[in-house]
């Protein structure tokens, strides 16, 4: 089985993603206090934290289906060397969608359609040119063309989950959100999981991912960012994040898939 | 992408899961056929007492079904979260929702050609005459109930106890388009007929205003 790629005609300059003093409330309750984080183009970051940390709060805040209540994100375009701010060349959040994928812990597709008949769906959405030769081939390179005709409700959760990532990567997206993709994922997929983000990743993609300690997808992140209660509790931002993880793991109890 | 593409896109979406899982149709007409003969049974209405109640009967039926029908078209995309896969493409949030109104208008409408002749053979109320007048009326009618319907059944799904909540948002809000609605069908079914231009062109005005108000707060309604 291939990893899902993007067509050579599709790829994008990297993105990078700005989050400026990032405040979310939902009625009395702070989701987001103050978050400020810049995400440089070509960079892995791994969201960590416990439930309600507002790891998926900020995930879909960058993915523009959720507006914060204060403060702002500012994608810009430009080369993996430069960041946010040297770059300025910043873009408008609309025409951001374009060059934005995600993957939620929900796969985000419709169970009464065919495999084919989602990813169709969406490369029209996309407006992509020849959108029954893109499906073709992001069912080839998710492994799935046998099931093309399936009907996504009798697929297997790895399934759902390949087919999750080959509609969130049909539009060649330069930054790709991932809301802990590994749940409940057996061995098997999550190996797949991981193959595909290093793929991903070689192919110079901004990525943000929230997920837990334990999870084999860590190893990939070139950073590490620890939320706490809505705010930034720890950034590895220029050191290895590798220390961040072993501390974090080794503060998990033995065997366990915690939330951490 | 223009929003009349992008709408017609969503459209074709929601009429090939009808197609396929054939929830809304299928109840939506069973509701309103026996909401209709139920009356017929229930009044026994000479000719003349149905030109009197008949068109308050039928609109009703229409609004019950309608009201029944809407909750669904936003509730099944809650199911598998995939709202939030149709607001990550780079279309409008209003081509989302125009998308949904011309399927919702589609899946009445169709419910509609099947009721209307039964209702009149129930009714004993000549049909012959009025028919290119007839589907003027209830074609304006039923396009505010499902612009208006639409855009509260996106309000309600956020709403807990969300299948209550739509039928009392949305009923008071119709109450001048079923009176329209049903004073311009009476016109029609009166001995002899006309077509009373003041409440077509207020039901007309219905659609227009809503219509202008969902495009206005789309990107609100279909927020979290």
């Known amino acids: ?260 | 992408m223009s929003t009349a593409r992008a709408a017609s896109i969503v459209l074709a979406k929601e009429l090939r899961l009808e197609l396929r899982t054939r929830q809304l149709l299928t109840a939506t007409l069973v509701f309103a056929l026996i909401v209709i003969v139920m009356f017929s049974y229930a009044f026994d209405p000479t000719p003349a007492e149905s030109r009197h109640y008949g068109p308050g009967l039928l609109w009703i039926a229409f609004l019950f079904a309608g009201s029944l029908m809407l909750h669904p078209s936003f509730a099944r995309e809650q199911a598998g979260e995939t709202m939030d896969a149709l607001r990550l493409s780079p279309i409008s949030s209003f081509a989302i929702l125009l998308g949904k109104m011309a399927a919702n208008f589609i899946f009445l409408a169709a419910a509609e050609v099947i009721l209307v002749p039964i209702f009149f053979v129930l009714y004993d109320v000549p049909l012959a005459g009025i028919v290119g007048r007839l589907i003027l009326v209830l074609g304006l009618g039923t396009l505010g109930l499902v612009i208006a319907g639409t855009v509260f059944a996106a309000i309600s799904t956020h709403a807990r106890m969300r299948e209550l909540m739509l039928p009392l948002l949305l009923l008071p809000v119709l109450a001048p388009l079923l009176v329209a609605a049903v004073q311009a069908t009476s016109a029609l079914l009166a001995n002899p007929p006309s077509l009373d231009i003041a409440w077509v062109a207020f039901l007309a005005a219905f659609d227009v205003i809503f219509m202008t108000a969902s495009w206005l707060v789309a990107d609100f309604l279909l927020e979290e």
């Open chain 1, 1 to 260: 089985m291939t990893t899902p790629s993007v067509p050579a005609a599709l790829a994008l300059p990297s993105l990078a993603v700005s989050f400026d003093r990032i405040e979310k409330r939902f009625g009395t309750l702070f989701a987001l206090r103050g978050i400020s984080l810049d995400v440089q183009p070509g960079e892995f970051v791994a969201l960590l934290g416990p439930n309600g940390a507002g790891k998926t709060t900020l995930l879909r805040i960058a993915a523009l289906l959720s507006t914060p209540t204060r403060g702002r994100v500012r994608f810009t375009l430009g080369s993996r060397s430069a960041s946010a701010q040297e770059s300025g060349d910043g873009i408008p959040a609309e025409s951001a969608k374009k060059l934005i994928g995600m993957v939620g812990h929900n796969p985000l597709l419709y169970e009464d359609l065919t495999a084919a008949e989602n990813l169709k769906l969406f490369a029209q959405l996309y407006g992509l040119d020849e959108p029954a030769a893109c499906v073709t081939r992001a069912l080839d390179s998710c492994g799935l063309a046998d099931r093309a005709n399936g009907i996504v409700r009798t697929f297997s959760r790895g399934m759902r989950q390949r087919l999750a990532l080959a509609r969130a990567l049909l539009h060649g997206p330069s930054l790709l959100l991932l809301d802990e993709p590994g749940t409940g994922l057996d061995r098997q997929a999550t190996a797949w999981l991981s193959e595909t983000l290093a793929r991903l990743r070689r192919e110079g993609r901004t990525m943000i991912m929230s997920t837990h300690a334990r999870s084999e997808s860590l190893e990939l992140a070139t950073r590490a960012v620890r939320l706490s209660g809505g705010r930034i509790a720890e950034d590895t931002r220029g050191s290895d994040p590798a220390s961040l993880l072993a501390r974090l793991r080794s503060d998990l109890p033995a065997g366990s898939r915690g939330v951490e």
